[in-house]
């Protein structure tokens, strides 16, 4: 089968000679990345961040906000026009909301004088003391013309009304032509019916009660703000009542709540940095064969450490970058660090990795060339996914998410960059220690590994370190198997290669789909706002009253007719009075009775107190009359006047309300508000407009939906494109597609199960785009070795994969797993969510990897995926026969007696001269991934053309039988 390796043997060939170019020339590429690093740090102090959660986490172009500009361009809020239930906007808006203790009937007494001295404590005891002046509510409340402010006086109203034996109608409460409706304001409503079949109150549990304060300018908001803050502390301490209990929130309260979040990721970030840094040390040790001394050569603690600080280095440069760039900083990107300095390490342990599989007798600049050809090929391709999938976030219109996509995508390019430039350099310079047999910490010579019975046990502890042998071709010595390679090698992929384990494994498979579809079918709806809290914020039990007694009957829903028909047309008031009748009749509507609308009220005027009827052609001069004649009520706000081309004054716009019920969950109020949409697109010719506060929340359920799955569809294709790019073998990117939709799908399902609201929640689509980048992670590298392995069966291939592949990618899932695990207990609905995705995400990855795929592979691709071999043994030890000259080889490792120089070992790189200057640049025998070609079969990844694969072409060198003998003196 043809190969496809047009992409991804230059790349590697590049990347070859350009980590040759680094081993040479270390010294830059450490120092500029430090110095771009300090630069942009200095942008850390320039963030731009934006701290608003109806713009960060509501989309940029949703209807609602199109809806509620409408509003404020047709009634612009001033100090003195302020109607409660009206306003389009919370700015500097405190709500409370008191309950009665025990199921008390709050209308009555106690509860009721107990609602009447908390509300006169809030306007009167509330004191503000700022630059020489005292704030009070009245002095920055909203008004209402020259009443003042508006305040909760319909409250105490209705309670004396109820006191006194009145029955009080519900949800409008009406005295012969004057009205007011309280379906906002009064929660847990028990009602009666009348004998005429008027509905009036038996009862409430609960008041809702609103001071709105003055937002502009902005001196007068500050103040403002600082007046809620005071209120906050005020209610903090505010002595027990026996009758009521009370919950409130201001218009700061989700601010500070999403600053909380962040808060408290900045001490669990230094946590998961040190337990990396741990974990790390602790993967870097090697140990002498045979024994449990440590290997003080082969060890790199020192450089697991800067590969952790790569990371960090990789996470202040990308946030300097995109601050500078003028991208805004939300508190939400607070979480990004965890992620990329697990990328990071992850990354790190597959270079480590790499070189560790170069032959120990190779020259540095060969060793990093080989280490970077191989594991540079893997980081890219984990790179290249990891960034188009957060450039595929990055599109979609809700900020919150945007602005998380950019920063993450920056950072981990940047990344990317230090890794392969900044920690490569580092890495060649661990090897040429290691090479010249220095101490990783000390960077002094060691003791050879050989005189380990004969040494000090001080010595065995701290100073003990292997040797490679000269002769290139004794990989015994120079290729060891660490522990955790023959663990997957020889035990672990034997076993899931076993028939019956395969059978299981499908088996297991299947009931995996199953489980990921039935969490899938059970998909819950969020973003709500208490989903932005801390789990001991003060505002959740606000936001609990506020579901259990005002969103299930009676918010009220504002409908704007802009284009108001000629209503002196007695068919267009009908058509209008129809209209009313549908938006209030509808399954999330009260009714009739719930109906706050200014034609309405001046017929009943009309009617009742002037006993007249409403004369056709004079509407709009009986209009201003009724607006003169009722001055203190709201009606006349609920108009907007006009002179037309005829010079006729009449009514261009108009508005009116409607109370909705069953709309406390997500779903029932996205539902309502395709409802009440909809009955406004059968009258287009008003252009009617309808808002609610909770439409900003509603509208980010509707495009949540159709960003994530555009996102998983786009972020898919380009998965499979970069796949099919840089593994050269089109149909194996097949089954890294299939590895990545049934790992997004275990995930998605899988995060139902675990108690998160996904497909209607901005925090979750964020994890989401994590997981797609995340989900092709292993799947590539256990693939891509796959196919460049050079064995003859299936099982064999997945061996060798498995062998080479298997630790480095479950090190990489293990440090990922722990630089998030300390979010687990954070209790904070976005911190977790990001935790248990993430964790989703690794382990079905690991899963998938290590298990399903190999058994796929092996079982349904065979050798269509496999790079065809070819038998160039001849052409390497050819190659080697011109390069390698066997008397120097002697020379420089023999004493005249020749036997082996110890003394001169420990202190000298441990190669021979020649090796250590050998400029070959084209054959490869050791393969992707360190990956050791068998000497029968070797991939030839190029070959000069003047050397043919000849078996007279092997060099004197390679059939000659060196052996060393060891000295036995000691040299302490």
Known sequence: MRTFDCIERPLSQLFYRYGRYVAQHPLPFITIPILITALCSVSLLHIHPVTDPIYLFTPRNAPSKYERQIIHNLWPLYYDNYIPGRAVTQSREVQVIVASRNGGNILERPYSEAVRRLDFFIQNRVRLFYMGKTYRYHDLCLKWRNEGCPGNKHIHIVSDLYQHGINVTYPTVRFGSASGYIGGALGGVSLFREANGTTSLAGGLAWFMIYHLKFFPRNVSYISGLWEKKLQEALDSYPFDPSITFTYLHSQTLTEELKRNANSLIPRFVIAFSILVFFSLLCSLMFIDGTLYVDWVLSKPVLSLLGVINAGMGIVTGIGITSFCGVPYSDIVGVMPFLLVAVGTDNMFLMVAAVRHTNRAFPVQKRIGESMSDAAISILITSLTDAFSFGVGAITSIPAVQIFCIYTGVAITVTFIYQISFFCALLSLATEWEA????????????????????????????????????????????????AKTFF??????????????????????????????????????????????????????????????????????????????????????????????????????????????????????????????????????????????????????????????????????????????????????????????????????????????????????????????????????????????????????????????????????????????????????????????????????????????????????????????????????????????????????????????????????????????????????????????????????????????????????????????????????????????????????GPYGIYLSRNNPVRRSCPRQIKPSPDCISPLAKSSRKLTEVNSNPF
Request: aromatic fraction near 12%.
């Open 436 to 483: 010249a047999g220095l101490h990783c910490l000390w960077l002094q010579p060691t003791v050879p590994d050989t005189f380990i019975k004969s040494t000090p046990l001080k010595y065995r502890l701290f100073w003990m370190g292997s040797r490679a042998d000269p002769d290139p071709k004794n990989l015994e010595r120079n290729l060891k198997d660490t522990s």
């Open 489 to 926: 090698k020889e035990w672990f992929a034997p076993v899931l290669m076993n028939p019956v384990v395969k059978i299981l494994v499908v088996m297991w498979f299947f009931i995996y789909i199953g489980l990921s579809v039935y969490g899938c079918l059970h998909l819950r709806e969020g973003l709500e706002p208490i989903n932005l809290l801390v789990q001991d914020s003060y505002a959740i039990p606000h936001y609990r009253y506020l579901e259990k007694y005002f969103w299930n009957y009676g918010a009220p829903l504002q409908i704007v007719v802009n284009n108001a028909p000629d209503l002196r047309d007695r068919s267009e008031r009908r058509r209008v009075q129809s209209m009313v009748h549908a938006f209030a009749n509808t399954k999330y509507s009260i009714g009739d009775d719930s109906i706050q609308f200014w034609l309405k009220e001046m017929e009943i005027y009309y009617k009742k107190e002037l006993e007249m009827n409403i004369v056709d052609s004079e509407i709009y001069g009986m209009a201003e009359h009724f607006f003169s004649a009722k001055s203190q009520d709201v009606w006349s706000e609920d108009v907007i006047w006009e002179t037309n081309e005829q010079g006729l004054y009449s009514i261009r716009s108009f508005r009116f309300l409607v109370g909705m019920k069953h709309i406390s969950k997500t779903y029932y109020q996205e539902e309502a508000t395709k409802t009440f949409r909809e009955v406004a697109e059968r009258y287009s010719s008003y252009n009617v407009t309808t808002f609610s506060p909770l439409w900003l929340f509603t509208d980010q359920y509707a495009i949540v939906i159709s960003n994530t799955i555009q996102n998983i569809l786009i972020a898919l294709v380009v998965m499979i494109i970069i796949a099919m790019l840089l593994i050269p073998q089109p149909l194996c990117s097949v089954w890294v597609a299939f590895s990545i939709a049934s790992i997004d799908l275990g995930v998605i399902g899988f995060m139902t199960l675990w108690d998160v609201n996904l497909v209607m929640d901005a925090i979750s689509m964020i994890t989401i785009i994590m997981s797609i980048g995340f989900s092709v992670d292993y799947s590539a590298h256990i693939t891509y070795g796959y196919v460049i392995s050079a064995e003859s069966t299936p099982e064999q291939r997945v061996k060798t994969a498995l062998g080479a592949l298997g630790w480095p990618v479950t090190q990489g899932a293990m440090s990922t797993i722990l630089a998030v695990v300390v979010l687990a207990d954070i209790p904070a609905y976005m911190i977790v969510t990001f935790f248990k995705t993430v964790s989703l995400s690794i382990v079905l990855g690991l899963l998938h990897g290590l298990v399903f795929l190999p058994v796929m592979l092996s079982w349904f691709v065979g050798g269509s995926c496999v790079l065809p071999s070819i038998d160039d043994k001849a052409c390497f030890l050819s190659h080697i026969n011109q390069t390698y000259k066997s008397n120097r080889v002697n020379e420089s490792v023999k004493n005249q007696s020749g036997e082996l120089n110890l003394h001169n070992a420990a202190v000298t790189t441990g190669q021979p001269e020649d090796i250590r200057e050998v400029t070959e640049t084209v054959v490869q025998p050791y």
